[in-house]
């Protein structure tokens, strides 16, 4: 299936959330393929609509903005050096089944780390993606869908303080939960552009893709295209 792959380099949360916006009602009409967007996020907490009181404790002059969304989960933290994606799908040519997808995400995300030769695993009754013995999350997923299009998606902790995970918030909601990168666990620098060809690859086996990278300058048009806010994203 044919889909296209767009690579945005460090793009503020807000203004991604407004591209997926308008490419999810694009997807929707049929005027644009399946899309995948990968970036990175500035300093950002968002919150999902499970988020509770008292899970945000960002202490006094942290340079990280806040946002409230409407994917699925609680809270989780966006930095460089954290690889996302947003598959922007119509899942009615993916099963057009929630489980599903979110498993294939992870799966994906297994994959994609292999590469690295980490093996990762799901933890019955939690989300994202882990390293065990003992458990250590290194992938977060939360996704949201309308009328069968997807956005949001997962975020792989390549290469960043994972601190924050658990000293401004109590991401995903786990108390105890404790939080890892690749470059910890290989024991040597990894940067996000030395994952994104085998996050790539792993999208297209799993969900049965030939993602077409789009020219840069025709990426660079999408933003300029108008932003229909009222679509839930």
Partial sequence: MQAQLINLGTVDYREALA??????????EGSTPDTVLLL???PTITLGRR???????????AEVEVVEVDRGGKSTYHAPGQLVCYPIFDLTRHGQDVKRYCRDLEEALIRTIAAFDLSAARIDGLTGVWLEHPPRKIASIGIHLTRWISTHGYALNVDLDPAPFTDWITACGLEDAAFTTVTREVGRPVAVDEVRPHAVAALEEVFGLELEPLPAEDGAGLWAQPVHAGLSA
């Fill in 19 to 28: 591209l997926q916006r308008s490419l999810a009602e694009q997807v929707g």
């Fill in 40 to 42: 990175e996020h500035p």
């Fill in 51 to 61: 988020t509770e009181e008292g899970e945000v404790h960002v202490p006094a002059g």
